[in-house]
C-alpha cells in the first residue's frame, strides 16, 4: 500500500465512501488501541476510545486532505481521551476510603501515569514536527509497530532503503529529543527501539 494509494482512500473517505472509511479503519485501528494500552493499560477502554476517534474524524472528514492528517488527527484524539482517562481515576482514587488509599495507593499511580501521558505527549507532539520522510517513518516503525519487511510493501521500498531511512529517522528524533530532556522516556516507551 503506497502513500498514493492512502491519499486516494482520504479522498474516497472525505467524500463519504464508507468502504473507504472500513480500509483506513482496519489499517490503523490496532496501533491507536496499541498506543492508547501502553497509556492507560486497560484493553476495553483503549478500544473504546480508538472507536470515539474514528467516529469524530468521520464527523469531520471534510477537513482532511492527506492520510498524515488523519493519522495525527486520530492520535491526538487518543491521547486526550487518555489524558481525561487518567485524570478522572485519580479524581476516583482520592474517593476511596484512606484504609484502601493507604494501601494500594491509587493517587499516586495514577498520577504517574498523567505525568507519563503528558511527556509522552510531548514526543509525540516532536515527532509530529519531524519532516515528513522521517515522521512516517518513525510512525510506521513504533506507532503502527510495523516490520521492516511490512513496512518496504507499504511503501514500496526496498528493506535495504527501509532499514537506512528508519536509522536516519531515529537519529535525527534521538537528537531532538536529547536536547528537550526526553530521550531516556522515549527509550523506556518503546523499549526495542535501537535496533527492531
Known amino acids: 500500500?503506497?502513500?498514493t494509494y492512502d491519499d486516494t482512500l482520504i479522498t474516497r473517505f472525505r467524500?463519504?465512501?464508507?468502504?473507504?472509511?472500513?480500509q483506513l479503519f482496519d489499517q490503523l485501528v490496532r496501533p491507536l488501541v496499541y498506543f492508547a494500552i501502553k497509556h492507560i493499560e486497560n484493553k476495553q477502554e483503549a478500544e473504546d476510545m480508538a472507536a470515539f476517534a474514528f467516529q469524530q474524524a468521520w464527523n469531520q472528514r471534510v477537513k482532511f486532505n492527506k492520510f498524515t492528517s488523519?493519522?495525527?488527527f486520530l492520535y491526538t484524539t487518543v491521547r486526550n481521551k487518555c489524558l481525561d482517562y487518567l485524570k478522572h481515576e485519580r479524581v476516583k482514587a482520592s474517593h476511596k476510603p484512606a484504609l484502601q488509599t493507604a494501601f494500594d495507593q491509587p493517587q499516586q499511580w495514577t498520577d504517574a501515569k498523567i505525568?507519563?501521558?503528558?511527556?509522552l505527549s510531548l514526543i509525540y507532539q516532536e515527532i509530529e514536527r519531524l519532516p515528513q520522510h522521517h515522521r512516517e517513518m518513525i510512525t510506521l516503525s513504533f506507532m503502527e509497530d510495523l516490520s521492516t519487511e511490512e513496512i518496504a510493501l507499504r511503501l514500496g521500498k526496498s528493506m535495504a532503503h527501509v532499514r537506512t531511512a528508519r536509522a536516519r529517522a531515529i537519529a535525527v528524533l534521538r537528537k531532538v529529543l536529547a536536547e528537550k530532556g526526553l530521550l531516556y522516556v522515549a527509550i523506556v516507551h518503546w523499549l526495542n527501539w535501537p535496533g527492531k
Open 15 to 22: 467524500d463519504g465512501d464508507t468502504d473507504a472509511f472500513g
Open 70 to 72: 488523519l493519522r495525527s
Open 115 to 119: 505525568i507519563e501521558a503528558e511527556t
Open 1 to 3: 500500500m503506497t502513500a
